[in-house]
């Protein structure tokens, strides 16, 4: 009886510890790398100045791996004497985004007219609310659509890693708590 009572005892704290690791180990799985495709539009909103800037504006859809499509829209200025660029960017998808900031460097990709651009994850709404990361990926324009804007393509890679709500992990921390308090009071 005695040991049957504490393999049973025993069962339910290895169940109760492998749901506590799950738990922990469920923000990490947002932090894996996606891979991206997109595409869209980007064109300046206002005139190129004296110095070759202007602002841009880029909007597209994306597909984001395992996390399905996502809006993109960037506003940045981008000059284009040097064919550097610097701005903000935010992918949302119905009550979630995240957004940052973004660097690019002008290339060429296969004969067009492209770039490099890096992404910095600042922050995020809803599921993706405290979001950190980065990513980088490669622009190529593919034509113009209506003048002044043209049409785009790009493929990359991003790393986003969601931080744990404090209620979440209040939750967590309350459960263990408690798992721990029964275990002492058992063992007594």
Do not use: C, H
Request: aromatic share 12%; proline share 5%.
């Amino acid at each position: 009886m005695v040991l049957s009572d504490g393999f049973a005892y025993g069962r339910r704290w290895a169940f109760a510890g492998l749901v506590w690791l799950a738990a922990l180990l469920a923000p990490a799985a947002w932090a894996q790398p996606i891979g991206y495709t997109g595409t869209g539009q980007v064109g300046a909103i206002t005139p190129v100045s004296g110095s070759g800037s202007a602002v841009f504006l880029a909007q597209g859809t994306y597909e984001l791996g395992a996390l399905g499509d996502w809006d993109l829209l960037s506003t940045f200025i981008f000059n284009v004497s040097t064919g550097l660029g610097t701005g903000g960017f935010d992918f949302s998808q119905g009550g979630s985004s995240f957004s940052g900031t973004i660097a690019t460097t002008q290339t060429v990709v296969a004969s067009l007219p492209g770039f490099e651009i890096v992404y910095t994850v600042t922050g995020g709404t809803g599921a993706f609310a405290g979001a950190t990361g980065f990513g980088e990926g490669i622009i190529v324009l593919t034509g113009p659509a209506e003048p002044p804007f043209f049409n785009y393509i790009e493929a990359g890679i991003l790393n986003v890693s969601v931080v744990p709500e404090p209620a979440t992990a209040l939750l967590m921390l309350g459960g263990v708590a408690a798992l721990l308090g029964r275990r002492l009071a058992k063992a007594r």
